[in-house]
């Protein structure tokens, strides 16, 4: 599981495909594009926070 998030926005990536990430979100968001997404500011739509980014993983 990957949480993407602040304190004002979250989202969890549920799954992806080839293109998009499936999201549960805090403003209902369903799918974006992946390219849609930067680390770098002002570069693609969506800039991700790394300081803002965790990874969950449970051992079954």
């Given amino acids: 599981m990957v949480i ?3 304190t004002w ?4 990536v ?3 495909d080839a293109t998009r990430l499936f ?5 209902g968001i369903r799918s974006q594009r992946k390219e849609a997404f930067s680390v ?8 991700l926070l ?3 980014i965790y990874f969950v ?3 079954f």
């Fill in 14 to 16: 549920i799954r992806t």
């Fill in 4 to 6: 993407l998030g602040t």
């Fill in 9 to 12: 926005h979250w989202s969890v």
């Fill in 40 to 47: 770098q500011p002002e570069l693609k739509r969506h800039t």
């Fill in 23 to 27: 999201l549960f979100d805090s403003l």
């Fill in 57 to 59: 993983e449970r051992e």
């Fill in 50 to 52: 790394p300081d803002a």
